[in-house]
């Protein structure tokens, strides 16, 4: 039971580079979010599926899609990478309010 | 949207003593407090939750304490361990619909041994 996976651990981009940014979890949790965390800051959802085939934006959506692939897997991809968007990104997953989270991605963009 | 602050920003206490970290709400409708710790480089566990039906929650060093009335709920660590340092995040959410967690910006707590 590995419970919420993320890859890649890290990554550098340059600017204007597009990346996907991927998460699964085998708790079988309807839920799943993005968050990012920058320095001194505690963490920002950027988008939340509330069940498969579904999905809506948080707090900081601009510059990032994401795509609920199946019950398992949620991504979040980078169109054009800013350097704003430098950042360590967590994926969790839910079923109740409790929620678990990845080891996260910590990203780079120069 | 919820707004959720907390205090302080960073705390420095000697092996033993307790901290005490204070959060407050914005959103009415909230009704869920949990709280997370990260140690640097992992990802945030959580330690400890609360919901507006309980005013008190203890787990052994650990208790939470929720003043629904006032928006505020605090983290009281007693006896602390050197082993207690990192970073504590409190986060709200509504029990309904949207349960995303709104969190407060961290409080960095140092446990001097």
């Known amino acids: 039971n590995a419970g919420v996976t993320q890859t890649p651990k890290f990554q550098v981009l340059k600017t204007g580079q597009s990346m996907t940014l991927q998460c699964a979890q085998d708790?079988?949790?309807?839920?799943m979010y993005w968050y990012r965390q920058d320095p001194g800051m505690g963490l920002r959802l950027i988008y939340y599926s509330a069940s498969e085939g579904t999905t809506d934006k948080g707090e900081v959506p601009n510059g990032y899609n994401v795509s609920r692939l199946n019950k398992r897997e949620f991504s979040l991809r980078l169109e054009s990478a800013a350097p704003s968007q430098t950042s360590v990104y967590f994926c969790a997953s839910s079923d109740s309010n409790e929620q678990f989270f990845g080891p996260g991605t910590r990203l780079t963009v120069l | 949207g919820e707004n959720v602050e907390q205090h302080p920003s960073t705390l420095s206490v000697q092996e033993g003593d307790s901290a005490v970290i204070k959060c407050t709400y914005s959103?009415?409708?909230?009704?869920?407090f949990p709280w997370y710790k990260q140690e640097l480089g992992k990802r945030p566990q959580l330690i400890i939750d609360?919901?507006?039906?309980?005013g008190e929650k203890k787990d052994q060093r650990i208790a939470v304490t929720l003043n629904k009335t006032a928006k505020h709920f605090s983290l009281h660590i007693t006896e602390t361990q050197p082993e207690d340092s990192a970073v504590y995040f409190c986060a709200a959410s509504r029990n309904t619909g949207r349960r995303a967690l709104t969190f407060g910006s961290g409080t960095r707590l140092q446990v001097q041994p």
């Open positions: 708790m079988n949790h309807n839920s």
């Open positions: 959103d009415s409708a909230s009704n869920y």
């Open positions: 609360i919901r507006s039906n309980v």
